[in-house]
């Protein structure tokens, strides 16, 4: 939170997040989606970035089951980042 509004929302299983109707931590490849329809998805910290759908991926990529979990960010939230990000290759 910032001046009263939320500016990252995460979610971790056990919530049930549907892309398409598809569950996201469902251990399918779904995330590989988003990654893909971002069109710039890049690698910081552990974290997938997929900056022009201002979500976050963790756990999805290296197989860490117990690190899965997705953000919404404000735009602008990962830039001081940038400089490190490298393209995720899929």
Do not use: C, N, Y
């Amino acid at each position: 939170m910032r001046d009263d509004q939320a500016i990252e929302v995460s979610l971790a299983p056990p919530a049930r997040v549907l892309l398409e109707g598809k569950l996201l931590f469902d251990g399918g490849e779904v995330w590989r989606e988003l990654a893909a329809s971002d069109g710039d998805a890049r690698e910081v910290l552990g974290f997938i970035v997929l900056p022009r759908l201002h979500l976050t991926l963790s756990g999805f990529h290296d197989g860490d089951s117990g690190q899965l979990a997705i953000s919404a960010f404000e735009a602008g939230r990962w830039a001081q980042f940038e400089p490190e990000m490298k393209p995720l290759v899929l």
